[in-house]
């Protein structure tokens, strides 16, 4: 099993759009929570991304 920190920080989207998928149900408007989900899916992957200090695209 991969460790956190070898995993491809694009997960965070599919997270994103699984829990905004979640949210727009609750809400009953679909297309505004997996727009969420993905903003916040691609935040966090950009969070990870510079905390490993990729941020630029370029591999170590």
């Known amino acids: 099993m991969k460790n956190k920190s070898d995993m491809d920080p694009a997960y965070w989207i ?3 759009v ?7 149900l ?8 997996m727009g969420i989900g993905i903003a916040l899916g691609a935040a966090m992957m950009g969070m ?5 200090g990729t ?3 370029e591999e170590e």
Do not use: E, P, T
Not at 26 to 33: E, M, P
């Open 14 to 16: 599919a997270i994103g």
């Open 18 to 24: 699984a829990l905004g998928a979640g949210f727009g």
């Open 26 to 33: 609750v809400l009953d408007n679909l297309a505004i929570g």
């Open 48 to 52: 990870q991304s510079r905390n490993r």
């Open 55 to 57: 941020g630029d695209g």
